[in-house]
């Protein structure tokens, strides 16, 4: 725990540091190296990657999404476009080699397509929801702040609910949750993540109106909070899925005391695309 700690108090300062002072390209970066990493332990671990090829097409493509996406202009389409490429790319390997000593199973191709495009595409929501300008039009929040406050919220909702979690099954967990995917998380850790992810909610929302003035919309607080920890807890069990499904405790080992990157960034796989979807749809944040 202490380990955990200690890289927390690292990488999330860092984390805010290029959020806050630097410009979305180099979130897009970030995120992107990220990306490549967590698409690489995905490969490896579901043993998807049958050529040194694949792994090169799925990384560099893996990289490339979320850096697109942190342009506003091209966003999504840019993510989108390498996602075709990639498509095109896996396939053509795959016919190639059809019928010979190096056929490449369907399902290879999908995993491969999975951890190269879907992955980066749903955490590179993150760049869409930082590189969103000042005032943007689509959203009632005045002109006080860009996408540098709302990419705060999944990255908050993921922590916390996190965190929630862990001191909510360690100090009151008695009924395990899904025992047979995830042995540690009982009922009452799960309870701890929404009471936690909804009081994040209620107090970032005080922050706002405190420093900007805002007016907020308590149903979208109480949508964000509940959901948003329920779509974090359902990602964290996905990937745990895979892992029992493959005989993998940790996806990697870069992280001490997480595992790899990809068993850090799970969750947030998931909930990036959700809460960006809802940060437009339904705005937490009514006036300025």
Known sequence: MKT????????????????????????????????????????????AASNIRILVYCTVSAFLIPLLQSFWTIGLLGGLFVSILLFLALFIESILAYDTERTMPFSYLCLSFFGGAIIPLFLGSLAYLRAIPLGHAALLSGNFFDGSVYVLIPIGIAFVSDAGGYFGGHFFGRHKLIERVSPKKTIEGSVGAFGATLIFMLL????MIIAFGVEFSLLAVVIYGIFGSAVTQIGDLAFSLIKREYGKKDFGHILP???GMLDRFD???????FITILVFWLPVFLQG
């Open 204 to 207: 970032f929302c005080l922050i």
């Open 4 to 47: 955990r700690i200690y890289v927390a108090a690292i990488g999330v300062p860092v984390l805010l540091g290029v959020i806050f002072f630097l410009p979305p390209w180099a979130f897009g970066i970030v995120l992107g190296g990220i990306s490549a990493l967590c698409a690489m332990e995905f490969l490896l671990a579901t043993r």
């Open 267 to 273: 969750s947030m796989i998931v909930l990036a695309p």
């Open 257 to 259: 005391g997480h595992g």
